[in-house]
């Protein structure tokens, strides 16, 4: 694996709206994922609360945010 010294990876973020605690928009997602590029991180891996009182435990909908960012 081949990184720079400073790339840094976050395995835990909320960042995809509506799902959660997270991020409210689909500009506010975009807002984190800037910051965090701006930080240094090269790779984020959102992950949702799956919770039943957040929609963030459906697979597809998850799937549909992520891909749509």
Request: net charge negative.
């Amino acid at each position: 694996m081949n990184r720079r010294p400073m790339d840094l990876v976050d395995i835990h973020c909320h960042m995809l709206w509506g799902l959660d605690d997270g991020c409210r928009s689909p500009e506010e997602t975009l807002e984190v994922a800037r910051a965090f590029a701006s930080l240094g991180y090269t790779d984020l891996a959102p992950s949702p609360h799956a919770q039943a009182r957040y929609p963030g435990g459906d697979p597809a909908l998850c799937a549909a945010r992520l891909e749509e960012a």
